[in-house]
């Protein structure tokens, strides 16, 4: 993996029609973002067409990019999940059975990232989650992972869809307090 | 500073759990609103790191190879707009360009060099860097046992990938997984408050400093740039679009959002702040450009969301061209066809470019 600094040059050269600088973003971010695409989508070809979509999108929009504002790596998984969340909930939410069932905890689970692995800023964040109940926890990581609608995460759950909106709101409003960084 | 409101519906935007009509309203508020799209900006900094998480899965090879297909072919289109800039209608032609240009595209699949590394830009870089290479500066949190707790957690939630060779061999073909945009053309109406001509306003400090904004979130392929939406905001939408005014008072507090589905000849009005007092009612007026008589078009329920046929007298160029307003009436509506009461939410079309909203896919 690149360092992140480097990742910010190259953006910066692929603003500027840089196509080498390009395939190296591609090559150093694709793994990340197809496996947050096959994620969220569950099925290869619909993730393939999205990395398409973002990679051109990042080939045309790299001039917005802010190093101030996120890591590039974390600009282009919005973008990223951003879509492949557009094309879930436009497809009327209809394949809620089709979908990976992410909620059966694999026994093979892989191990928690080690400390050293963390950021300062998911460090931050995932101590201001754990402040939360733990079923709260698991709505947003479910969420943010598996790109569920409040009424995917209601189903999926069994928990009234009222709830799951008053929880989501409530706990993402306690993240912004315990991260202290509004805009 | 924004209400809790709003950062609420920037935060469930970035974590993607609103339903797709929500999502359009976000997005058009994204479009207009600065201060909305600084907010989304926030949330996917504070959310995003969460992809550290994710195990990566390699794709498989040939996605780069469309991808350098489709950036030559995007290369191309842009140069080709550029000498064509001149009708904004034209966009509705791109897609076809679109899809041509890889075809006509030289040397598209040449072999890549992945030791290339490009030089450092000499540019003024390097401050940025230096600040990023410092990590962020707040302090580390105290409790990192919750930290480790909520990692685990997230594992538990992210079984591994099944690995390539698991990948169905004919994936089914995505359903209607169109390769469509979601393009915003975006007018933003701005306007000070007026009084109506022919009906008493009650003396309202509400009435103050009005606007609207309608943005025109428009179906089509194509990724339309962002800056160039103010060309487009003055054209009646393309068949398949999707209108969205924002009524609201004062740039941070969206009262009402109006969105007007062309398609299935529906509108719907979703409150956002405003509650109107008990025997009160919100009424909704559609004022046409040509002929500046109100027209009502109906009460706002109680509900969150209140949704309509369109009514049939207007087309939707008229109803793009118009302007909306609110009016608090009597309960039950104005009893006489025209707002009677304070008329809380006005404007006029003016041009306007989007301050650099936050990347829309």
Redesign the interface.
């Known amino acids: 993996m690149l360092m992140?600094?480097e990742l910010?040059?190259?953006l910066?050269?692929v603003a500027?029609?840089?196509?080498?600088?390009?395939?190296?973003v591609?090559?150093e971010t694709?793994?990340?973002l197809?496996?947050?695409l096959?994620?969220?989508l569950g099925?290869?070809?619909?993730?393939?067409?999205v990395?398409?979509?973002?990679?051109?999108?990042v080939?045309?929009?790299a001039d917005?990019f802010d190093?101030?504002?996120?890591?590039p790596?974390?600009?282009m998984?919005?973008?990223?999940?951003?879509?492949a969340?557009?094309?879930v909930?436009?497809?009327?939410d209809l394949s809620i059975e089709e979908e990976p069932d992410?909620?059966?905890?694999?026994s093979?689970?892989?191990?928690?990232?080690a400390?050293r692995?963390?950021?300062?800023?998911?460090?931050?964040?995932?101590?201001?989650?754990?402040?939360l109940d733990?079923e709260k926890?698991?709505i947003?990581?479910?969420?943010?992972?598996?790109?569920?609608?409040?009424?995917q995460?209601a189903q999926k759950l069994d928990i009234p869809v009222n709830t799951i909106k008053t929880w989501?709101?409530r706990s993402?409003?306690e993240?912004?307090e315990c991260?202290g960084?509004?805009? | 500073?924004?209400d809790?409101d709003r950062?609420?519906l920037a935060?469930?935007y970035?974590?993607?759990?609103?339903?797709?009509d929500e999502?359009d309203q976000a997005e058009a508020l994204l479009v207009i609103d600065p201060?909305f799209a600084?907010?989304v900006?926030?949330w996917?900094?504070?959310?995003?790191?969460?992809?550290?998480?994710?195990?990566?899965?390699?794709?498989?090879p040939d996605?780069?190879d469309?991808?350098k297909i489709?950036?030559d072919g995007?290369?191309r289109h842009i140069t080709a707009e550029a000498e064509a800039a001149q009708s904004p209608i034209e966009e509705a032609a791109l897609p076809a360009i679109q899809e041509a240009a890889p075809q006509t595209a030289p040397e598209t699949t040449e072999e890549?060099?992945?030791e290339?590394?490009?030089q450092?830009?000499s540019?003024p870089?390097p401050e940025?860097?230096s600040?990023?290479?410092e990590?962020?500066e707040?302090a580390?949190?105290?409790?990192?046992?919750?930290?480790?707790?909520?990692?685990?957690?997230?594992?538990?939630?992210?079984?591994?990938?099944p690995q390539e060779a698991e990948?169905?061999s004919s994936?089914?073909?995505?359903?209607?997984?169109p390769?469509i945009?979601?393009s915003a053309e975006v007018v933003y109406l701005a306007r000070q408050a007026r009084r109506w001509r022919g009906f008493t306003v009650a003396m309202s400090a509400i009435a103050a400093l009005l606007a609207v904004f309608i943005a025109v979130s428009q179906l089509a392929p194509g990724?339309l740039?962002m800056g160039r939406l103010s060309h487009l905001a003055a054209t009646a939408p393309p068949p398949g679009s999707r209108l969205v005014a924002v009524l609201q008072q004062e740039p941070t507090a969206p009262a009402f959002l109006l969105t007007v589905d062309p398609q299935n000849r529906t509108m719907t009005v979703r409150r956002m702040t405003a509650s109107a007092d008990a025997g009160r009612s919100y009424e909704l007026w559609l004022i046409p450009s040509k002929d500046p008589k109100p027209h009502s078009l109906g009460l706002v329920g109680a509900e969150e969301f209140t949704t309509r046929p369109l009514p049939a007298d207007f087309d939707v160029p008229a109803m793009s061209d118009a302007r909306y307003a609110i009016s608090l009436e009597p309960a039950g509506g104005s009893p006489s066809g025209a707002p009677t009461g304070p008329v809380l939410f006005t404007g006029k079309m003016v041009e306007s470019m989007p301050a650099?909203p936050t990347?829309?896919?």
């Open positions: 992140q600094t910010v040059w190259l910066g050269a500027r029609g840089d196509e080498a600088a390009f395939e190296r591609y090559i694709r793994a990340k197809y496996g947050v096959l994620r969220i099925r290869p070809a619909l993730a393939e067409e990395m398409q979509e973002t990679y051109l999108k080939w045309k929009m917005r190093p101030t504002v996120a890591s790596v974390t600009w998984v919005a973008i990223a999940r951003n879509r969340i557009d094309i909930r436009k497809r009327g992410a909620m059966e905890v694999a093979d689970a892989p191990p928690p990232l400390r692995e963390m950021t300062e800023e998911l460090k931050r964040l995932l101590s201001c989650l754990g402040k733990p926890q698991r947003v990581l479910l969420a943010y992972y598996s790109g569920w609608s409040r009424d995460l989501l709101r993402l409003l993240i912004r991260m960084d509004r805009a | 500073m924004y809790d950062d609420a935060a469930e970035v974590l993607g759990t609103l339903s797709a999502r201060g600084e907010i900006r926030v996917e900094r504070r959310l995003g790191e969460l992809n550290v998480m994710v195990e990566a899965v390699e794709p498989p996605v780069w469309r991808i489709e950036v995007a290369e890549v060099t992945p290339v590394t490009p450092p830009p540019e870089l940025l860097l600040e990023l290479e990590g962020p707040a580390p949190p105290e409790d990192l046992d919750e930290s480790s707790s909520v990692a685990a957690l997230a594992s538990s939630l992210l079984p591994p990938e990948r169905p994936p089914t073909p995505a359903p209607a997984t390769k945009e979601r990724l740039p650099s990347p829309k896919t």
